[in-house]
């Protein structure tokens, strides 16, 4: 009895020794469910809880990683404390066995004081690396790779709702979410990753491994974690994560062009409808270079002198070749670009809506060349503008070409109009008003690229046509694809009743001249008479075609 009672003294004071008294933080855990059930004055002080709060907390709710590691006798980990504030700690484990049930008494050392220098590496809010120390260990790491010949890939993710969620439920909730986010990143982190929060929902892993195959599974399984639902304040959220990977050393040797090429795939990721996870390309590159160095280098194109205009004949196919017509066609030639198709630049001038003064300008150049070659005494021929629908679909377009021409003292029969079929889909009360002015002022109306789009020949009514430019895709297997040899014999055969002038563009071999010819169609262009040519070249062209008078 007496033993008895000596034993619980010595056990009570070994406990009091042990566990209230001792002055490094003790807590006591259930391991089944990680709650905390019991804590020392050391670990009170430490968290800043209430010894009833702490007590009612879990080990997940202050532990940022490492809550799997609880049955490891000694790791270290990071620990919250009730002011947010982020501790490097080294945690020792005893576990013990009270009524069947195991818990853990964890004994909490507080590393900080000698890792000053590692918290300013950490981002406050999750613990992860921060912006700054990830890109130093980047650089390190790229340089250790340029002596090992070692890839990494860098993996960048965010969340597609995240702002939305900051915005309207607040940053106590998005807080939250971005510590999960960190929580399940962490449970996925090897020795070979290194993860950091670079800022708001961007976070950023580097991945010590050497096969594509293996950093495409790490994102993958990394993007599965952040799908599954996360339960904030009783509120389950699903989010949606996007992420772009670079690879080291084939998408770039530095830390700036190795995050920029992960952020362009990332860009891209996010246009995604499915899996929104992309791995970099040079094309991304370069489609992100159209989107934006493009138009800011087409803006000042026309001052600079970049843009000029080249001619292409159009000849009457019957009368053995006789040039009938111009084409103007656009050129571009940046410092920095070089030589820039049409078919890259004309698109984005009218997404930029660049295209309606450069549209205006191609008048005016052409009104100019029509008045040089006059005093010069070539044959006068009709020179074919393109216009986009972004043009006709101003509301003073054809009074603008009207006074032009009239300024210039031109004929309005000197110029013609090419459209496409995409005006169909352009807002077609104005575009027919501007047409029907056009027309009756004397211009004429061609339907360029006449089969590619989606008009009726009804349709075609409403735009008062004169002309229809067969597009080349029906020219280039015109000789052995009978589908398309249907398509031109049948527009051929209406022209008549249609009253309507045929063109056939794109036309390059002698076969398919002839070829034409025997259908009876009625004009042509192509490389088989001659390529867009500049200025002087179209000069020389029409002198030895005999379409000078003198
Ligand atoms: P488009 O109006 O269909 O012009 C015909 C295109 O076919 C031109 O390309 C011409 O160089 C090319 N071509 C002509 N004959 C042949 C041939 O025998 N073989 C091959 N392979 N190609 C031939 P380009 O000059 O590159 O122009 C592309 C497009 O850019 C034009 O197609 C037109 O839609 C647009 N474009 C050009 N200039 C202007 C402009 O001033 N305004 C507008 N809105 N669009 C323009
Ligand atoms: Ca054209
Ligand atoms: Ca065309």
Not at 254 to 273: C, F, G, H, T, Y
């Amino acid at each position: 009895m007496a033993r008895n009672s000596v034993m619980v003294d010595i056990r009570e004071d070994i406990y009091h020794r042990l566990f209230e008294d001792y002055d490094s933080p003790v807590l006591l855990i259930n391991v089944e469910n990680g709650n905390i059930i019991e804590a020392n004055n050391a670990a009170v002080e430490f968290y800043g809880y209430s010894k009833e709060v702490l007590v009612s907390k879990s080990l997940k709710e202050i532990c940022l990683f490492g809550t799997s590691l609880i049955k490891d006798r000694h790791h270290q980990s990071l620990h919250r404390l009730a002011s947010n504030e982020i501790k490097e700690v080294e945690v020792h484990n005893l576990p013990i066995v009270l009524e069947g049930e195991v818990y853990i008494f964890s004994i909490v050392y507080d590393l900080s004081k000698h890792v000053e220098k590692e918290i300013k590496q950490r981002d406050y809010l999750t613990g992860l690396l921060n912006r700054k120390f990830f890109l130093e260990e980047t650089e390190t790491h790229i340089n250790y790779c340029k002596t090992s010949e070692e890839k990494f890939g860098l993996l960048l993710m965010d969340i597609n709702e995240f702002k939305d969620i900051n915005d309207s439920l607040g940053h106590n909730i998005g807080d939250k979410i971005l510590i999960e986010i960190s929580r399940r990143l962490l449970e996925l982190k090897t020795d070979k990753h290194l993860i950091a929060r670079l800022g708001a929902d961007d976070f950023a892993i580097l991945c010590k491994l050497q096969e594509d195959e293996e950093i495409l599974e790490y994102a993958k399984r990394a993007m599965a974690k952040m799908q599954m639902p996360f339960l904030i304040d009783n509120i389950t959220f699903h989010l949606t994560p996007n992420m772009g990977i670079s690879i080291y050393p084939q998408d770039g040797n530095n830390v700036e062009d190795i995050i920029r090429a992960a952020d362009i795939a990332l860009s891209k990721a996010k246009e995604q409808l499915g899996e929104r996870l992309c791995f970099y390309s040079v094309e991304m590159s370069n489609e992100l270079r159209n989107k934006i160095l493009y138009p800011n280098l087409l803006v000042n194109a026309i001052t600079n002198n970049e843009i000029s205009i080249c001619y292409q004949p159009i000849i009457d196919i019957e009368k053995d070749k006789k040039i009938v017509g111009l084409e103007a066609l656009l050129r571009w030639k940046n410092p920095i670009l070089g030589d820039v198709s049409p078919d890259i630049f004309i698109p984005l001038a009218e997404k930029t809506g660049q295209i309606v003064s450069i549209g205006y300008w191609v008048f005016e150049q052409v009104c100019k060349q029509i008045n040089d070659w006059n005093k010069k005494g070539y044959t006068p021929i009709p020179i074919s503008v393109n216009v986009s629908v972004k043009q006709l679909e101003q509301n003073g377009f054809s009074q603008s070409i009207i006074k032009l021409l009239k300024d210039y003292g031109i004929d309005s029969g000197r110029i013609e109009l090419e459209i496409t079929e995409s005006v169909s889909s352009g807002d077609i009360e104005i575009i027919v008003n501007n047409l029907r002015k056009l027309k009756f002022n004397g211009f004429k109306i061609l339907m360029d690229d006449f089969g590619t789009g989606f008009s009726s020949l009804g349709q075609l009514d409403l735009f008062e046509l004169d002309k229809l430019k067969i597009d080349k895709i029906f020219i280039d297997d015109i000789v052995n694809v009978t589908k398309r040899q249907n398509l031109v014999r049948s527009i051929i055969s209406m022209r008549k009743s249609l009253n309507l002038t045929v063109v056939a563009e794109g036309i390059e071999t002698k076969e398919q001249f002839y070829y034409l010819k025997d259908l009876g169609c009625d004009l042509g262009q192509g490389y088989y008479f001659s390529k867009p040519l500049s200025t002087d070249a179209i000069e020389s062209f029409l002198e030895s075609q005999n379409m000078i008078e003198n």
